[in-house]
């Protein structure tokens, strides 16, 4: 995970300086010899779980690996409880006037459809709710809320566990450099299972690209990612481009860093994935190789032939996606994410933050709306 320069380090209490950086580079730095020296004369393939994969772009490797892990189950009616209690999401309406709304008896959005002034967004919002539509829900509650609300969280509810793809990836720069790692990781049947994309060298990378895209463009896909909106899918998009290949890649997007930042920023140092490991899921990478440092590892293995160099690169990016997927499940409030307490207390551990759900039944709620005659 690349991660954009951040100033808050300079506020943070606890930060270190970014001039600290010599030791653990050094450090880095000496793995990075020991593993040329102990991996010497042994091919990729024998070292990395895997297989070749061809397309007509070209060849790639793709490691695989699986761990114990789930997500809930689709619910779609805790989903539209949520978004239908919400007033607010209806263009025009704000705190003042839901509470004028809600005096007049007007709870949830569905009865709004005898208003006249809110009933067309109030149908619209309606008919991607029922429809399941998320792209469009996630597109209207971030055009009126926050990126981080929780009622983006409660949206993703729509989707079974198996259309999530969890994505991360690893450049050789932040920059229009080429991509040498793409992970992708899925949730079924009670574990996780990650597929990570590795060009061996520069020139299998529009292969990897084109390997990943029937993941990325399949129906009923939602991505979750850690500062993908800002990082990987722009990335991903520039290098697509840079290959000529076309692609779709307005999915529903749950970027996990902003709902991180809105809970557990002021109880933990940074928000940075490394912290919200150490924090949050209670654990401690050994052999880690810095994001900074990861060109320089892939370098090093191109130069020396030796694939040591990878194999905390290829670690470093399945322990990010497997993270991600554990905080997004801790922060949807899911039964299987395997996550320790976080130190402290956050705003919704106080309850501020819940998102009150309707205690009717979902059919009572929805009224047979389209039937009702223009006004």
Known sequence: MAYLFDESWRFAPGFRSPFIHNSDDEEARRLRDDLVAGYRGRALEEVFCGREMSCPSGTCYVVESEIPMSLDARNPDRAASALLGDLTLVRGIGEATRRRLEERGCRTIADLMGHPRYRRDAARLLDSITGGDTRDLVAEIERRRRRSDPLLLEASRCHAPEEFVFLDIETLGLFSRPIILIGLARVSGGSIAVRQYLSRSAEEEEAALASILPDLEAEGTALVTFNGRAFDVPYIRDRLARHGIPANLAVPHFDVLYFARRRWKGTLASCRLGALETGVLGLARADDVPSRMVPEFYETYRRTGSPGPLVPVVEHNRQDIVSLARLFAL?????????????????????KENIEKDPRDIETILPLYRALPEK
């Open 331 to 351: 922060l949807r409030g899911d039964d299987g994410g395997c996550a320790a307490p976080c130190r402290g207390r956050s705003e919704w551990d106080g309850g």
